[in-house]
């Protein structure tokens, strides 16, 4: 038999107990089990069809000698044929259920009950003439289907570099039925490009998720100048290791002078003595902490036995929210034979 079929046999050995009490202890138990797996193999063997005649010559002479005699009879009581389609149905509602997708069939699952979704304003761009902070209102659009069971919509906004949560609100009734609105406010320094996250959904009374709306959106305000890249340290020699790992630290300091929270990433490249770059992309310098303040950040790589002597040209660089990038700073790093 197929793996399939092996629950099925267990399944079909209880239920011939069951069968047992239908002929009220009259048949054979161990026959009817039999018979029972019989009927599983023909549904499951490649020999269908064979195993198919098997089970009907075994049926047709376990109703006819349920007692084990050997005497012939072509005569088939009505018990005799409700025995034969109780046999045969069972296996085939047991290789039905099979099919059916695991878990509980009452499981709620998200429904698609809001739609056509607006944000307004998009993107801002604060410009160069404001300063201190600046307050930015935003509206939102979004149809509900009243009749789904959910209840009213909200929505939430995150900060999309910390993805701290700012705020949350509800929706409201417009004029044109089930159309609603929200609204809320953010309050930027105007020299600082700060990026955010909205969410809108509904919830059901069992606290299942409607369909969810995302919108990405930014204010740009007006920085002073680019980052800074103030150092790049790390050792300028290495010796391959005989055995184990050895680490090598990158570290370099990176200041914004509108701020730190304007520091986009931290990029790191090594170039082998062909011109290739080492890993196919920048490698992440990450922050050394979570402090807003923070301006150290570093990578620390592993070389084994296995690498080979070679001199990397290195370099490093940052990149603001706006896209500007810092001064680049060059060195190499050599690794040596053991």
């Not at 239920?15 to 039999?34: E, M, P």
């Not at 919509?153 to 700012?166: G, K, L, Q, R, Y």
């Not at 002597?309 to 929210?321: F, H, K, L, M, Q």
Request: charged share 15%.
């Amino acid at each position: 038999t197929t793996p399939q079929g092996l629950p099925n046999i267990r399944r079909l050995r209880f239920c011939s107990k069951l069968a047992y009490w239908y002929f009220q202890k009259g048949t054979n138990c161990r026959i009817l089990s039999f018979i029972l797996e019989r009927c599983l193999k023909a549904l499951f063997s490649t020999s269908f069809i064979l195993n198919f005649l098997k089970l009907t010559h075994s049926l047709y002479y376990f109703m006819n000698h349920p007692s084990g005699s050997l005497k012939k009879s072509h005569r088939f009581s009505s018990r005799g044929i409700t025995g034969i389609l109780l046999v045969c149905l069972l296996p085939i509602l047991f290789v039905t259920s099979c099919d059916d997708p695991p878990g509980s069939t009452g499981i709620e699952t998200s429904k698609n009950i809001l739609s056509d979704f607006s944000m307004t304003p998009g993107d801002v761009d604060l410009g160069n003439d404001i300063t201190g902070e600046e307050t930015i209102n935003y509206e939102l659009l979004v149809t509900f289907d009243q009749n789904s069971g959910y209840n009213t919509p909200v929505f939430t906004v995150f900060d999309a570099n910390t993805t701290e949560e700012i705020l949350q609100g509800d929706f409201t009734e417009t004029a044109v039925s089930g159309r609603l609105q929200g609204n809320f406010s953010i309050t930027v320094p105007a020299n600082q490009v700060s990026e955010f996250r909205v969410y809108v959904f509904s919830r059901s009374e069992s606290g299942t998720i409607s369909n969810t709306f995302r919108r990405n959106f930014r204010i740009s305000g007006a920085l002073s100048g680019p980052p800074v890249m103030e150092y790049l340290d790390h050792s300028a020699s290495v010796p391959i290791p005989q055995t184990g790992t050895t680490p090598i630290r990158f570290e370099s300091s990176v200041i914004h002078p509108d701020g730190q929270a304007n520091i986009e990433e931290v990029l790191l490249e090594l170039y082998d003595s062909n011109g290739v770059l080492l890993g196919g992309q920048p490698f992440t310098m990450d922050p050394e902490s979570d402090d807003p303040g923070n301006n150290i950040f570093s990578r620390t790589f592993q070389i084994n036995p296995q690498n080979q002597p070679e001199t990397y040209d290195v370099w490093g660089y940052a990149i603001d929210r706006a896209g500007v990038s810092s001064d680049t700073l060059f060195s190499t790093i050599t690794f040596t034979a053991p």
